[in-house]
């Protein structure tokens, strides 16, 4: 099984840092402020919730990606995503293909970039992404997913497939 890190670009980093500021420091000081002369059962119940967020959102980070004989695996905090090779009709490494997209579902940049998007180029597409300006698009029969893995290119070699 050959191992491929998932580094995160500036533009996850940045978000990942802003988002978590806000969650523990902006809604816990905002909350503070607004309920301190009502009862603490408001606060507590107004302040708990943006840890429980935090934490959820850090078990869906995107540890890395494993190629292996029969899947293609997304290496989560606690769990691995299997993405099956069969069916996989293309790989191709190209940057920046993520541009204009729209987020359908999913997380768009708190420890991740992941869940469904759309854009003109792929149409609709699942991604699992860290850096959106290093991607790899892989091609099935009626689906396409994103991926960032790094190096790109040697990913894509790795699988051995045709690009499209």
Same mark, same amino acid.
């Given at each position: 099984?050959?191992?491929?890190?998932?580094?995160?670009?500036?533009?996850?980093?940045?978000?990942?840092?802003?988002?978590?500021?806000?969650?523990?420091?902006?809604?816990?000081?905002?909350?503070?402020?607004?309920?301190?002369?009502?009862?603490?059962?408001?606060?507590?119940?107004?302040?708990?919730?943006?840890?429980? &967020? /935090?934490?959820?959102?850090?078990?869906?980070? &995107?540890?890395?990606?494993?190629?292996?004989?029969?899947? &293609? #695996?997304?290496?989560?905090?606690?769990?691995?995503?299997? #993405?099956? $090779?069969?069916?996989?009709?293309?790989? $191709?490494? @190209?940057?920046?293909?993520?541009?204009?997209? #729209?987020?359908?579902?999913?997380?768009?940049? /708190?420890?991740? &970039?992941?869940?469904?998007? $759309?854009?003109? #180029?792929?149409?609709?597409? $699942?991604?699992?992404?860290?850096?959106?300006?290093?991607?790899?698009? /892989?091609?099935?029969?009626?689906?396409?997913?994103?991926?960032?893995?790094?190096?790109? @290119? @040697?990913?894509?070699? @790795?699988?051995?497939?045709?690009?499209?």
């Amino acid at each position: 099984m050959k191992f491929f890190k998932a580094p995160w670009g500036a533009l996850l980093k940045t978000m990942s840092l802003l988002a978590s500021i806000v969650l523990l420091g902006g809604v816990g000081t905002v909350t503070c402020l607004a309920t301190r002369h009502l009862p603490s059962v408001v606060f507590w119940s107004s302040f708990l919730p943006a840890p429980a &967020i /935090l934490l959820a959102c850090a078990c869906f980070t &995107i540890r890395g990606y494993a190629i292996a004989p029969d899947a &293609i #695996l997304v290496r989560r905090l606690f769990w691995a995503t299997r #993405l099956p $090779r069969a069916g996989l009709t293309s790989a $191709r490494f @190209e940057p920046d293909v993520m541009r204009g997209s #729209l987020r359908t579902w999913g997380n768009g940049g /708190l420890f991740s &970039i992941s869940g469904y998007y $759309r854009n003109k #180029l792929l149409g609709s597409y $699942r991604a699992y992404v860290t850096d959106p300006h290093q991607t790899v698009v /892989l091609q099935y029969a009626g689906r396409t997913v994103v991926l960032s893995p790094a190096p790109p @290119e @040697e990913f894509v070699r @790795e699988l051995g497939l045709n690009p499209a």
